[in-house]
């Protein structure tokens, strides 16, 4: 008797410490962390999505900042660091579509594209075909400077606060990819 009591003590008690020590979110299976740092500066999980086409979920979106915010504009031009995470979830997206989509996203969102073009071009150099389970980081710094980690590798960098104002309207823009994605990624999903 005491063995059982003892037990169902100590699950009672398990049962109401465990959700205090779990932290971030999961979706489709993913964990995602609910703190990361950039830099020297610890950003917090503001949202996260899943970009979804014709039925299918393509990979998970999640948004980190300096302090949340539900608001877009907010997010895109306040000062500080910031990470955008991708988690790849169908089995193989190709490069092709990977910079289509980049290239939509930009023509749909940005006002001055031609001064962005070169550098777009360099960052659509970046990419590869991408399988589940692959994770892609931008993390965009105060300096200007966006970098792109594909699994934990550096496939490089581009400068320019207009460059990052233009890719982070890829999701959070007045034209998203996602609409769902976007509302997300701001805290509303």
């Not at 193989?92 to 969102?109: C, H, I, M, R, Y």
């Amino acid at each position: 008797m005491k063995c059982w009591k003892l037990s169902w003590g100590l699950s009672l008690m398990a049962g109401l410490v465990m959700p205090l020590m779990v932290h971030g979110m999961e979706i489709e299976g993913v964990h995602i962390a609910d703190k990361v740092v950039v830099g020297e500066q610890t950003l917090v999980f503001n949202g996260a999505g899943v970009r979804s086409k014709f039925f299918f979920d393509i990979y998970i979106g999640a948004l980190y900042l300096p302090s949340k915010t539900k608001s877009a504009t907010a997010a895109m031009s306040s000062k500080g660091h910031k990470r955008v995470l991708m988690h790849f979830l169908y089995d193989e997206v190709s490069k092709d579509k990977l910079v289509n989509g980049w290239n939509a996203g930009f023509e749909k969102n940005s006002k001055n594209l031609a001064e962005l073009q070169a550098r777009l071009n360099q960052f659509n150099n970046f990419f590869q075909d991408m399988k589940k389970g692959d994770v892609v980081i931008f993390d965009f710094t105060d300096n200007g400077k966006t970098t792109v980690m594909i699994n934990d590798q550096v496939a490089g960098s581009i400068e320019g606060v207009d460059f990052q104002q233009a890719l982070l309207a890829v999701w959070l823009g007045e034209d998203p990819a996602d609409d769902d994605l976007k509302e997300g990624m701001l805290g509303g999903g």
